[in-house]
């Protein structure tokens, strides 16, 4: 199975949550990355590790498919 024949199958049910999770990482991280007001430096670094690890959980629950019958 290819890359893109992966990513066109359809993603099971955990990994769809797993997805909206790291989604919702990413956002968080994002917003104190880009918070307008001076931050500490443990703040900006602990951002900066939400927005990688929820960048890598989506990119892995997406490619995640169920074992077909062939």
Not at 6 to 14: A, D, G, L, S, V
């Amino acid at each position: 199975m290819s890359v893109l024949e992966r990513m066109q199958e359809p993603t099971p049910e955990f990994f769809r949550l797993l997805r909206t999770i790291g989604l919702c990482l990413v956002a968080a991280g994002g917003a104190l990355v880009a918070a307008p007001v001076a931050v500490p430096a443990v703040v900006l670094t602990v951002a900066g590790y939400l927005t990688v690890a929820g960048t890598v959980m989506t990119a892995v629950s997406q490619a995640a498919v169920e074992k077909r019958e062939e």
